[in-house]
């Protein structure tokens, strides 16, 4: 089966600018995660759906970071504006259901400048 | 929030050794995974573990789900130069929402 596809795999941008990015989770796995990886570290979980509704978005900082899944598949996570803290790469991850393993995709490194 | 303690950080093996890292932490977890990452790459999941003291192989990968579902602990036998990577432990729990909390990894460097 197809794996976690995202995009772009890199960005570089200036603090202030706006970025996105994009997840096709597995197809079949209703629920979808977006993480952020900084460097030596794990990946803290950002947001998490279940279809298309919220079902974790506890540390998010919505202030400045925003995500969707309107139709219940693809998902796409805003960050606006950026800050030079931002950069890290963001994971997106899917799974069967809540209580299942999720499988990444290859991320996307995202570099403020 | 949680964590899981992961150990040793990172260890410098030579081609051939077993190798054995292993994860704590002070709350239960009902399901424990274990992933490799590559640079550049996402993390792979290795092995899952859905039941305590279940021991579980995935070729020359073995893992075990403590008794107390506190931990966990993977093995890497006859270690090649592609082990290279991070690793990192997850622990999962059943209740409510709580989302999959990782550990900080084990970087793996295999000299040959």
């Known amino acids: 089966e197809a794996g976690v596809a995202q995009s772009p795999r890199y960005k570089i941008i200036e603090k202030r600018q706006s970025v996105a990015f994009w997840c096709n989770p597995i197809?079949?796995?209703?629920?979808l995660y977006w993480y952020q990886q900084i460097l030596g570290q794990g990946p803290k979980l950002l947001i998490q759906f279940q279809n298309n509704g919220v079902v974790d978005d506890s540390q998010l900082p919505k202030d400045r970071f925003s995500a969707e899944r309107l139709k219940g598949v693809d998902s796409t996570l805003k960050i606006q504006p950026a800050k030079l803290e931002d950069s890290a790469v963001y994971l997106c991850?899917?799974?069967?259901?809540?209580?299942?393993?999720?499988?990444f995709g290859d991320g996307t490194r995202l570099s403020i400048l | 929030g949680q964590q899981l303690n992961q150990s040793p950080q990172s260890m410098f093996i030579q081609e051939g050794e077993d190798v054995s890292m292993n994860c704590t932490s002070s709350?239960?977890?009902?399901?424990w995974l274990w992933y490799k990452q590559d640079p550049g790459e996402g993390p792979v999941l290795l092995i899952a573990l859905y039941k305590a003291g279940e021991l579980t192989s995935n070729g020359r990968l073995t893992a075990q789900f403590g008794i107390t579902r506190k931990d966990s602990f993977l093995n890497i036998s006859a270690s090649i130069p592609s082990d290279v990577g991070i690793y990192f432990c997850?622990?999962?729990?059943?209740?409510?929402?709580?989302?999959?909390?990782f550990g900080k990894g084990t970087r793996l460097s295999v000299i040959a």
């Open positions: 197809s079949g796995h209703a629920t």
């Open positions: 709350s239960i977890f009902n399901t």
């Open positions: 991850a899917s799974s069967h259901s809540g209580n299942q393993p999720q499988h």
């Open positions: 997850a622990g999962l729990r059943h209740s409510g929402n709580t989302p999959l909390v």
